[in-house]
C-alpha cells in the first residue's frame, strides 16, 4: 500500500519526535558519566574517563551487580522452567477454567509492581514467616518473569501446530522422546527470547525489589537510587546508569533477532 506523501512525512515526524522524546534522556545519562563536572551543568566543561575507572572501583556498586546479576540468572532459570511446563501443559489439555489459569499466570506482570510488591511482602512475612532476603527477591522476580516465558512459548507452539509431535508419535516414538527430538528444538529460539526478556525485566527491576529485599542485600537499581542524590556519589551513580543501559540492551537485541529469525523461519518453512 502506498501512503500519501505528506501523510508519510507527518508520520516519519511523529515517530521521531516520539523516540527523541524517549532516547534523548538516555543519551543525557550517557554523556553526563563522561562530563568532568559533578554538578553536570550544560554544555559539559569537558570529558573524561575518571568517573568510569572510580565506578569501576566502587565495591558497592560491583557487590550490588553481582547481586542482580545472580537474583536475573536464578530468576530466568524458574521461569523457563514454569514457564515452559505451565504453556505445555495448557496446550496439551482441555478442562473446565483453563482460561482462567491461563490468565492468573499472566496476571503478575499486568499488575502494579506496588500492589505486586506489597502482597508479597505480606505473605512472606505474615503468612510463611520468611526473613526477607535473597530468597525472597528471587521468588518474587520468578513471578512475574515466567510470563515472559509462557508468553513466548504458547505463541510458538500456537504457530507450530500438532502436526510435527502427532508425526512423530505416529513413528513409534514416546512422549519424552517426541520432546526431546521434535518439541524442544522447535521451541529453543522462543526459550532463548523468553529468558533474555526474563532476565533484563530482573535486572532492572526496583518497585518489587523494594518490598521483598532484605537489609544484608542490595540490587543494582537500589543502589543507584539510594546514591543517586548524595552529591559525591552522582557522577559514580551516572557511570553506572550508563552501563546498565548498554548492558540492557544486549539481551533485548538478540531477544528481538531470535524471535524474528525463528518468525521468519517458520513462514519459510510453510
Known amino acids: 500500500m502506498t501512503m500519501p506523501r505528506g501523510l508519510r512525512i507527518a508520520l516519519v515526524g511523529f515517530t521521531t519526535l516520539v523516540l527523541a522524546v524517549i532516547y534523548a534522556p538516555l543519551g543525557l545519562v550517557l554523556l553526563n558519566s563522561f562530563n568532568t563536572s559533578r554538578s ?5 566543561t569537558g570529558l573524561t574517563w575518571h568517573w568510569w575507572s572510580v565506578a569501576a ?6 557487590n550490588a551487580l553481582w547481586v542482580s546479576v545472580q537474583v536475573a540468572l536464578l530468576a530466568m532459570v524458574i521461569a523457563l522452567v514454569l514457564g515452559t511446563l505451565a504453556s505445555m501443559a495448557l496446550r496439551k489439555t482441555r478442562f473446565f477454567g483453563r482460561n482462567v489459569v491461563s490468565l ?12 505486586t510488591g506489597i502482597a508479597l511482602n505480606n505473605a512472606f512475612t505474615s503468612l510463611f514467616g520468611l526473613r526477607l532476603g535473597f530468597f525472597t527477591i528471587v521468588v518474587a522476580h520468578a513471578t512475574f518473569c515466567i510470563v515472559t516465558v509462557f508468553n513466548n512459548v504458547q505463541a510458538r507452539l500456537r504457530r507450530l501446530g500438532n502436526n510435527f509431535e502427532e508425526a512423530s508419535m505416529d513413528l513409534g516414538a514416546g512422549t519424552f522422546m517426541t520432546f526431546r527430538l521434535v518439541t524442544f528444538p522447535m521451541l529453543r529460539s522462543a526459550l532463548l527470547a523468553g529468558g533474555l526478556l526474563a532476565f533484563a525485566l530482573s535486572f532492572d527491576e526496583i518497585v518489587v525489589t523494594t518490598f521483598t529485599v532484605g537489609s544484608a542485600q542490595q540490587t543494582l537499581p537500589l543502589w543507584i537510587l539510594n546514591n543517586m542524590f548524595r552529591i559525591q556519589q552522582a557522577p559514580v551513580v551516572n557511570v553506572v546508569a550508563a552501563a546498565v543501559i548498554l548492558l540492557s540492551v544486549v539481551p533485548i537485541y538478540f531477544a528481538q533477532r531470535l524471535s524474528g529469525s525463528a518468525s521468519g523461519g517458520l513462514t519459510g518453512a510453510r
Open 57 to 62: 572501583h566502587s565495591s558497592g556498586a560491583r
Open 104 to 115: 492468573l499466570i499472566i496476571l503478575p506482570i499486568a499488575l502494579p509492581g506496588i500492589v
Open 40 to 44: 553536570f551543568g550544560w554544555p559539559p
